[in-house]
Structures are given as structure tokens and as C-alpha cells.
């Protein structure tokens, strides 16, 4: 079930989001530029000077804005979970049957995620 694959992949993605957004010093992404990959302060990255009170959104060339997709690790990692999440359903072929595979999708996630976030993302 190729489905599966893409939810161990977003689980990791949505694991990636969490460890820089919430524990950014005790993980392995501290020795990592700090403006992109800190969620603390990352997310003023999609604003022209926030720091300095320019609140306005960078844009390019003046006419649309800048994708915050690109602005930081927590945006860029959020737009590739999802993306996975939709191929995996899109993909999505019953193995088990619909319920059982519910399930089994949902303990792969929490396993995967509870993994990466605690073991794999963690500084030792």
C-alpha cells in the first residue's frame, strides 16, 4: 500500500514542524540558520522588517506576494505534508479494508512522528 509511504513521509514532515517550532535549541536543526529553521522567530521571515515595525508582506516586484511556503522551515515542511497527504489519498488503494486501514494509517503516524520527533530530531 503506496499509500502508507506518503503518510510516513508527511508524519515525518509534521514531526520536522514540531521539533523546530517548539524545541529548536535541543534539536538537530539548531546548528541549522536560525532565521529559517527557528519557529520562534522564523515566521516574521514573509514580513519586510518585522523586528523594526514594518509589518508589510515581502512581495516580488512589487506585484504579489512573497510565498510563505518559502519563508521558513515550518511553512515550507506544512505545504509538504499536505502535499503528501493528498497523493497518499489520491493513491489510496484498500488493502484491509477501509477501517482497518484507518487505523493502521492513524498508529503509523504516531509512531513515525513520535519516533522522529523524540529519537531521530532530538540533539543528543
Not at 503518510?7 to 536543526?29: T, W
Not at 509538504?80 to 492513524?106: E, N, R, W
Not at 503516524?109 to 513520535?114: C, D, G, K, S, V
Given at each position: 500500500?503506496?499509500?502508507?509511504?506518503?503518510?510516513?513521509?508527511a508524519?515525518?514532515?509534521?514531526?520536522?514542524?514540531d521539533?523546530?517550532?517548539?524545541?529548536?535549541?535541543?534539536?538537530?536543526?539548531?546548528?541549522?540558520?536560525?532565521?529559517?529553521?527557528d519557529?520562534s522567530?522564523?515566521?516574521?521571515?514573509?514580513?519586510?522588517?518585522?523586528?523594526?515595525?514594518?509589518?508589510?508582506?515581502?512581495?516580488?516586484?512589487?506585484?504579489?506576494?512573497?510565498?510563505?511556503?518559502?519563508?521558513?522551515?515550518?511553512?515550507l515542511?506544512?505545504?509538504?505534508?499536505?502535499?503528501l497527504?493528498?497523493?497518499s489519498?489520491?493513491?489510496?488503494?484498500?488493502?484491509?479494508g477501509?477501517?482497518?486501514?484507518?487505523?493502521?494509517?492513524?498508529?503509523?503516524?504516531?509512531?513515525?512522528?513520535?519516533?522522529?520527533?523524540?529519537?531521530?530530531?532530538?540533539?543528543?
Amino acid at each position: 500500500m503506496i499509500s502508507i509511504l506518503f503518510v510516513i513521509l508527511a508524519s515525518i514532515c509534521n514531526a520536522v514542524m514540531d521539533a523546530s517550532s517548539f524545541h529548536y535549541d535541543n534539536s538537530i536543526f539548531n546548528k541549522l540558520n536560525r532565521k529559517f529553521w527557528d519557529g520562534s522567530i522564523s515566521w516574521k521571515n514573509k514580513y519586510i522588517d518585522y523586528d523594526k515595525g514594518d509589518k508589510r508582506r515581502k512581495k516580488i516586484f512589487n506585484i504579489i506576494n512573497y510565498p510563505v511556503q518559502l519563508t521558513d522551515a515550518w511553512h515550507l515542511f506544512k505545504s509538504f505534508m499536505i502535499i503528501l497527504l493528498i497523493i497518499s489519498v489520491v493513491l489510496y488503494k484498500p488493502l484491509f479494508g477501509q477501517l482497518i486501514d484507518f487505523i493502521t494509517m492513524g498508529v503509523v503516524w504516531n509512531l513515525t512522528f513520535n519516533f522522529f520527533y523524540n529519537v531521530i530530531f532530538k540533539k543528543i
